[in-house]
Nanobody, 130 residues
Framework: DVQLQASGGGLVQAGGSLRLSCAAS????????IGWFRQAPGKNGKGVAC????????SYADSVKGRFTISSDSAKNTVYLQMNSLKPEDTAVYHC???????????????????????WGQGTLVTVSS
């Protein structure tokens, strides 16, 4: 069974940093793309960042470019989201999701492809205080 376990959320002051982890199991890691999505209270969920595990190519939402970095460790079957320069508007529940990623797709299609996945981890809450 595909399983994703997200962790690493917490309370941090504006300008601070957190690193989220998404531990994956039950599938061939390099055949999949994994993305991070967030949902703030009262708002729709949005894609934040995505990585194509076979080649490490990435894509980001404009709102986090230059502040967040997604990376993967295939030896640990884990994807990380390093979040720096956090802002109060980054407050949300963060989820990771995984989708088998066709070889003809590029990282530009990553968030859109993973968003429709059936495989989601539980959320981890990130709270950024002002």
């Amino acid at each position: 069974d595909v399983q994703l376990q997200a962790s690493g959320g917490g309370l941090v002051q504006a300008g601070g940093s957190l690193r989220l982890s998404c531990a994956a199991s039950g599938f061939t890691f390099d055949d999949y793309a994994i993305g991070w999505f967030r949902q703030a209270p009262g708002k729709n969920g949005k894609g934040v960042a995505c990585i194509v595990n076979r080649d490490g190519s990435t894509s980001y939402a404009d709102s986090v470019k230059g502040r967040f970095t997604i990376s993967s460790d295939s030896a640990k079957n884990t994807v990380y989201l390093q979040m720096n320069s956090l802002k109060p508007e980054d407050t949300a529940v963060y989820h990771c999701a995984a989708e088998k990623f066709p070889t003809v797709f590029t990282s530009a299609q990553c968030i859109g492809a993973v968003k429709g996945s059936d495989y989601w981890g539980q959320g981890t809450l990130v709270t950024v205080s002002s």
